[in-house]
């Protein structure tokens, strides 16, 4: 009879609460005992840095579920830098000399060939394009030394190039263009 008494002063708690209208969803439980079955709405969390407190010493508060843990076989995957970001998606102000001539969209060469991924790839290989002997020649892939080296002074690198370009001198700004060649 006492769990009677007890599941109807809960039912009534939670009855008040619902009809205080906090907007908060609820959820069904159903307690069984011995002789009876109650059903009753009960509401879902509060906050409770905005609620007074309620104590019911006949209701058991219900243990925090666990936070799952990533297991050990999830790797987190790298998150660039938002400089480094920043820098890749941004067209440096240099690189307008090398807009004059070449494009960055694939496929689509103009005086010079197309710079889409030009990192990484082989020098003189860009389909369609009528490369120097020189430049064919080279042996060359774009690697970060190599744009380095070329970018400071083209016909020093690659002697007999067609690309008549005296070079960008100052080494951030020529960092700035290959930052930005390394996105495309």
Known sequence: MKLVA???TALTLVLALAACGSGEKTADTT?????????AATPAPVDTASAAPVVDSATPTPAPSPTPTPSSSMKPSPTPSPSATTAAATKPAEFAQ?????????????????LAHVYGRKAGSVAGFDYSDAMKSSG???????????????????HGTKMTFPGIKDAAKRQAVIDYLKSL
């Open 6 to 8: 007890t599941s109807a």
């Open 98 to 114: 090398c807009s004059a001539c070449h494009s960055t969209d694939p496929g689509k060469n103009g005086i010079g060939p197309s």
């Open 140 to 158: 060359l892939t774009w690697s970060q030394a190599n744009l380095n080296r070329f970018l400071t002074d083209p016909d020093d690198v690659v």
């Open 31 to 39: 307690t069984t005992t011995a002789d009876t079955t109650t059903t």
